[in-house]
């Protein structure tokens, strides 16, 4: 992976604790400072032990689904608890929740909040379901975004909060006819900003992960554009612009928003238009391009944080190598020259070039079987 920076510190999980989690047993485990690597025939945990990971670090999912869905079945309490390095320091994290309740996370034992994780840690995931940032919905792209916008910029998680309160008011004004226009006051520059970071996110990202597929397909083009449902991203003077625009807009679609019930303009309805080979990838790209993409647009990711919080993520790999043929399984691997600590699925066997250094968990149905 090209970089423009040298890196003396990175993120290093050291131990991980589960109870009450998806399939898992309550588990102990010491990790390697390098490679983890997590085989296992399919449906035996891997997934989700990478997402347990994923929680740990940042308070939520990377699959994006509710907390109430990793409860293991019959219980109404998960709890994480893990020895996280950053910059040379270690600290003992933990994430709590309960059925009905709020979810408890702390730093050394003090409480903090959900957001505040963004700011200490960072982790990147990729895996099988990011096909959906190709083939999916709109939803897909943004939870993208969102998930590492936050981690490039602790300022962003809250005024997308903010923006998402304000915008479930409105819509529940709305459905109830009444007038949502005194949303709109609080919407407009929250919006704006929000369009505006991932405007000046996705400017640096695009380029990156354009040359990592390159080089990983040996040729091929992706291209990526944004499409904000608000304002014009290449137009506009910034979020003062974007927000005189997104006013405009907003105006003219008084009267279908009143009809339909629901708030149709802002960065709740932007998507991003990838193209692989001059062609849209939703529609035309193959399973070997989408994986490809969606592997370039991670480790684009991962260098994007890396130089901007000058110290390398935590890298979770989920079956990358799945649906891929050797020549591009190569490439990716030249792509994955600079990581501190990486953590890999397989349900066969990995590339020999990361076996060496490695520590190896063998997973069976949601325990630890084996380690080497």
Partial sequence: MAASAIF?????????????????APLAIEFGERVNILYGDNGSGKTNLIEAIFVLCLGRSHRGVPDSVMLQQGTETFRLEGRLSRNGETEAVAVAYQTGGRKKITVEGVPI??????????????????????AGSPAARRVFLDIYLAQYSPRYIAQLSDYSRALAQKNAALRMNAAPEAFNAVLVPLGAAITAARARFLEQLVPLAAGHYERISHGSKMTIAYRASAASVTDSNGAEGMAAQYERKLASYTERERAMQVSLVGPHRDDLAIEIGGYPARTHASQGEMRTAAIALKLAVYQLLAARRGALPLLLLDEIFAELDDRRIGALLAELAEFQQLFLTTAGQPPSALQAQSRRFEISGGRIAGVQ
């Fill in 8 to 24: 003396h510190f990175g993120m290093i999980l050291r131990s991980l604790h589960l109870q009450g989690f998806r399939n898992f």
């Fill in 113 to 134: 909040r959900p957001a505040e994780l963004y700011d200490r840690f960072c982790a990147v995931t990729a895996g099988p379901e990011d096909t959906e940032l190709l």
